[in-house]
């Protein structure tokens, strides 16, 4: 069965430091991945997405992450955290799994917190 | 830029009583869905509709949720009766058809069963 894992359900990092989220999924096809931010009672918003075109992807905000079909991870990086990047953040896989196509499988999300 | 329209954004009802919730996708968007996401989760597929069918309720608690896109644009979901552990985020998302394709989400509604 597909699925996501996100390792660290909670992250802590200083304003100007290096921000690490892992991902790693699991998938009988080639996916589609895709990063996802959600700021306190909002939806979700896309950061980037993974099509096979290129292995490391450039998404809005400054953020990027590497797809490695060898440790099956896609982790989302960005140089140095603003205070407005404290969000929860949720990757996905999508695919024609389980009869639907284009169904999303999100794992349980890392919540980015800032510190000035 | 185009958004997915949803209300109410919150609902606070009791339970037994039966709530509902809306969806206007992006326009030409033949594929909308409905998650739900309680608090600490990622969210979880109920329904996915590709134009007025639906192509995957499998997730769907049919017991007590129905959804409809009569006219393959809005959507409605609707919970009868409420139950405590329906308090949750209840997200709409619209996409292209095809797989791959990008969802892109509403504000989401908030519902609260007391």
């Known amino acids: 069965a597909q699925s996501v894992t996100q390792l660290g359900s909670h992250v802590s990092v200083s304003e100007g430091a290096l921000v690490l989220l892992r991902c790693n999924y699991s998938s009988s096809v080639p996916p589609y991945l895709f990063w996802y931010v959600q700021y306190p009672n909002q939806g979700l918003q896309l950061l980037l997405k993974?099509?096979?075109?290129?292995?490391l992807v450039k998404g809005i905000n400054g953020f990027e992450a590497e797809f490695k079909k060898s440790e099956t991870s896609f982790h989302l990086t960005k140089p140095s955290a603003h205070m407005s990047d404290a969000a929860e953040y949720f990757c996905a896989v999508s695919g024609p799994f389980s009869g639907g196509y284009n169904k999303l499988i999100f794992g349980a999300g890392t919540r980015l917190a800032v510190h000035p | 830029e185009a958004e997915v329209a949803q209300s109410p954004r919150y609902k606070i009802t009791e339970k037994s009583q039966a709530v509902a919730f809306w969806c206007d996708p992006i326009s030409g968007h033949a594929t909308l869905y409905w998650y739900r996401q309680i608090l600490g989760q990622g969210p979880e597929l109920l329904v996915q509709f590709q134009d007025e069918s639906v192509v995957d309720d499998s997730q769907l608690p049919k017991d007590r949720f129905s959804a409809e896109r009569l006219k393959g644009v809005d959507s409605t979901l609707k919970i009868q009766p409420a139950e405590l552990g329906d308090s949750a985020m209840y997200l709409c998302?619209?996409?292209?058809?095809?797989?791959?394709?990008?969802?892109?989400f509403g504000p989401g509604t908030r519902l609260t069963v007391l």
């Open positions: 998302a619209s996409s292209l058809e095809g797989t791959g394709d990008t969802q892109y």
């Open positions: 993974y099509t096979s075109a290129a292995t």
